[in-house]
């Protein structure tokens, strides 16, 4: 069975300052997926970022970047120069061989003007 | 590219009827598509697996005959949320993956309020 876990239920941040959100995994898969969505207030899941258990780099998209370790289990996200756009729900998941995602419970975030 | 749609963006209806929620991918084709269910302030929750051609593959505790799924081609999947009561209100989102693709990418989601 999949796990995601993501402990931090909110977090703020200042506009231009970078933020971590957390995230740990587990699973017996070799291979896997990991990905992180943003979720605005509107409902909509935009897709931000991936990282393949096999990957040897962290990836990065613009802003976004994935500090993926592996022999920690964890795929915590970066957003550097953030913006107050940026406001959003956060969320962590997971896909291995069957392609089903598993999420974690989200990380609210909050930029501050 | 990589868009997916979703009809109604938001529905009001009475306890005991019906509702159809359409989910389209509008640029790709995609053999598998996926429905989930979100509770104010809290994660998704995938309820079933929509194959193109063949049945849906329901979670555990998800009841089949309630919301049916239909994937009628490789660019539209319909869910049916049937005989809908008060507990069923939620959003419900859909995804799809090109093929060969393991990044889902979601539809916008729809509002089911149920009075």
């Known amino acids: 069975a999949q796990k995601i876990t993501q402990t931090q239920p909110g977090m703020f941040v200042q506009e231009k300052e970078a933020v971590t959100l957390d995230c740990t995994y587990d699973?017996?898969?070799?291979?896997?997926?990991l990905f992180w969505y943003k979720q605005p207030s509107s409902g909509e899941m935009i897709f931000l970022i991936y990282?393949?258990?096999?990957?040897?780099q962290n990836a990065t998209e613009g802003r976004y970047s994935l500090n993926f370790q592996k022999a920690r289990k964890s795929a915590n996200l970066v957003i550097s120069a953030s913006q107050l756009g940026d406001s959003a729900m956060y969320f962590c998941?997971?896909?291995?061989?069957?392609?089903?995602?598993?999420f974690g419970a989200g990380t609210t975030v909050t930029v501050r003007a | 590219g990589a868009v997916v749609s979703q009809h109604p963006s938001r529905v009001i209806c009475k306890s005991g009827t019906s509702v159809k929620i359409e989910c389209r991918s509008l640029?790709?084709?995609?053999?598998?598509m996926f429905w989930y269910r979100q509770f104010p302030k809290q994660s998704l929750m995938l309820m079933a697996t929509?194959?193109?051609?063949?049945?849906?593959?329901?979670e555990q505790g998800v009841e089949k005959d309630k919301f049916l799924i239909n994937h009628a081609s490789l660019t539209l999947s319909t869910l049916t949320v049937t005989s809908a009561h008060p507990e069923d209100s939620s959003f419900y989102i859909c995804?799809?993956?090109?093929?060969?693709?393991?990044?889902?990418?979601f539809g916008p989601g729809t509002r089911l309020l149920v009075l």
């Open positions: 640029d790709f084709q995609a053999t598998t």
């Open positions: 995804s799809a993956s090109p093929a060969n693709q393991g990044t889902q990418y």
């Open positions: 990282q393949g258990s096999y990957d040897q």
């Open positions: 929509s194959n193109e051609g063949s049945k849906a593959t329901y």
């Open positions: 699973t017996s898969d070799p291979s896997y997926g």
């Open positions: 998941a997971m896909s291995s061989n069957d392609y089903k995602l598993s």
